[in-house]
């Protein structure tokens, strides 16, 4: 699958604390829209941040929502973080998780897990769902672990407040506070509530640091972003980042992995496993979502 976005540098010539401005390519998915973030043609990731989707928002009328049937995945942990609405989660391993607002439902595909998409409880109502999706690749000697499902509500996160700004450190550390999602690579994922004239110095100390602009407008170096952009920062700067509006802001972070290939939903560093997983999936080597008979057929490029 082909995956472009437009990319900017973020001060030609300059040595500010940006090195890189990410503007993303809109996809249709039926249902709703999402911008695709990463991976980008000059960034493929962030940290073990390989993939990174702002869903929505998208507002359903009764009987309608998301509705993903099921799909494999390799080499990679997912998250879901949404602002807004209910997902309910269906995998191979038989979790029937819903996911809310706040949550985090952490699954770590390792050699192969097959899972579903679906609208919640609110499928019967007028609904609205917004939200993040990420992938995170594995570490090389852990690409074939087992796969396994953790969920976390959301009175789990820490959230607190740093001078004004409300922090939720949904993985990794940051300000004091440790997120209780295990994961298995060094990395940071924050999501910060910026009232306007409010300010917040990211967390160094990361090989990798980038932050995405759900809503509102900020600067950093008095350079502006505003929503649906993602800032890469330079190795080793400093990052401030100031509210010029009330504004709604997504950090990731983390040590750098080395390369990934990613096709579809699959991500290896084996151009060779890669065609393995396609060949499981056309063939029905994975195993299956127990209640669910569709599937995603596998692409045909």
């Known amino acids: 699958m082909s995956h472009q976005s437009a990319i900017d540098p973020a001060c030609e010539g300059c040595e500010g604390a940006i090195e890189l401005i990410i503007r993303p390519r809109e996809k249709d998915l039926g249902e709703f829209t999402v911008r695709r973030v990463l991976p980008a043609v000059e960034r493929r990731m962030v940290g073990p941040f390989v993939f990174f989707d702002h869903m929505g928002p998208a507002d359903f009328p009764p009987g309608q929502g998301i509705q993903v049937r099921p799909h494999p995945h390799i080499g990679l942990a997912t998250v879901t973080y949404l602002f807004e609405g209910e997902i309910m989660h269906r995998d191979s391993l038989g979790f029937h998780q819903p996911i809310q607002a706040g949550a985090v439902n952490l699954m770590t595909a390792g050699r192969g897990i097959v899972h579903s998409e679906r609208a919640g409880d609110d499928l019967n109502t007028t609904s609205r ?21 953790v969920h976390y509500p959301a009175d789990r996160l820490p959230q607190l407040d740093v001078d004004g700004v409300t922090v939720r450190v949904i993985i990794g550390e940051a300000f004091g506070s440790v997120s209780p999602v295990t994961v298995r690579s060094p990395m ?23 932050f995405y602009v759900v809503e509102g407008r900020v600067t950093v170096d008095q350079q502006a972003f505003t929503g649906g952009e993602m800032a890469v920062a330079r190795s080793g700067a400093l990052v401030t980042v100031e509210a010029r509006s009330n504004s709604h802001v997504m950090v990731i972070g983390g040590d750098n992995l080395g390369p990934r290939q990613l096709w579809w939903n699959f991500v290896s560093t084996s151009s060779e496993r890669m065609e393995q997983a396609k060949r499981d999936w056309a063939e029905g080597r994975f195993d299956p979502v127990p209640g669910e008979t569709e599937f995603i057929p596998l692409p045909e490029n």
Do not use: K, N
């Not at 939200?131 to 396994?148: K, N, R, T």
């Not at 940071?188 to 640091?209: F, H, I, N």
């Open 188 to 210: 940071l994922y924050l999501e910060c509530r910026m009232p306007a004239g409010s300010s917040v110095t990211l967390p160094e100390a990361w090989q990798d640091l980038a």
């Open 129 to 149: 769902l917004h939200g993040i999706q990420s992938w995170m690749a594995l570490p090389e000697d852990q690409e074939e672990c087992e796969p396994a499902f």
